[in-house]
């Protein structure tokens, strides 16, 4: 069975949106919908409900999603075997999705160079699905993600809430502005559906730079970190509190080589 599929099928159950799993795993929506069909099409089952902006499994689903689970980290645990660890022991890899970057955690990368002071810290962005398949193949030693991960080999702390309102470029009213819906995570997703239902997005991105330099350019209002870019709030606009966790694979071993690092966060 072809790897990609199973991976793009977990992604989709990780963020149930098609257009994120696709910014995610660097597709296009069209690219994701024809993999999650032929991975159907080849079990002879219906994985997924499609509904809008929304998207659930079917009982096929949630039954196939453990063992694609598995089978994508004895894939990993494969690759790892094969593989030879060019980073020095003492050498520190945090891995990040581009979100990250956007929320107010300058303060804990500060922190995290001065621990890896004479050791080396290296730092890499990649999706969600990429960076637990890297934790998992320990080619990573710790994850800053938005979604908390589910899985039994894998511990997270939350580290950081991030506060995200509305915010425009402008001070014209928003029924006459763009806005841009960015798609920090699965559980923000959740609450715009909820919260946000009925406000028609211009553009659909998980790059929340990418959004930040649009509303830099012309008119638009998106959800962006509280204090953020100098754009104007819009008061009485529902609120969310974002959750930041740090990832790292379960164990004594990798607990007591990271002690320095998780004892920031207890």
Not at 54 to 68: F, S, Y
Not at 71 to 97: C, M, Q, V, Y
Request: aromatic share 6%.
């Amino acid at each position: 069975m072809d790897i990609e599929l199973l991976k793009t099928f977990i992604e989709v159950t990780q963020v149930r949106h098609f257009g994120r799993a696709a910014d995610n795993l660097f597709l296009t929506p069209a690219a994701v919908s024809a993999r999650i069909r032929q991975l159907e099409q080849m079990l002879g089952v219906t994985l997924l409900h499609r509904i809008r902006g929304n998207i659930q499994m079917t009982a096929e689903g949630e039954r196939l999603l453990p063992h694609a689970q598995k089978l994508l980290h004895a894939w990993s645990e494969t690759l790892e075997d094969l593989s030879i660890k060019l980073e020095p022991e003492n050498h520190l890899t945090l891995g990040t999705t581009a979100s990250v970057w956007q929320c107010e955690l300058s303060d804990l990368i500060q922190e995290l160079l001065t621990l890896s002071a004479g050791r080396g810290l290296s730092i890499e962005s990649l999706s969600h699905l990429e960076l637990i398949t890297q934790i998992l193949a320990q080619r990573l030693d710790l994850a800053l993600v938005l979604d908390l991960p589910q899985h039994p080999e894998l511990h997270a702390i939350k580290i950081a809430e991030q506060e995200l309102t509305l915010c425009s470029s402008a001070e014209s009213p928003l029924s006459t502005t763009p806005y841009l819906l960015i798609e920090w995570s699965a559980a923000f997703t959740a609450f715009h559906h909820k919260r946000v239902a009925g406000v028609e997005p211009r553009l659909r991105t998980t790059e929340a730079a990418l959004a930040v330099k649009f509303m830099q350019q012309v008119p638009a209002s998106a959800y962006l970190p509280a204090a953020n870019h100098g754009f104007y709030p819009v008061s009485d606009a529902p609120r969310f509190v974002q959750p930041v966790y740090l990832v790292y694979k379960a164990g004594r071993e990798f607990e007591a080589a990271l002690a320095p690092v998780l004892a920031l966060f207890k």
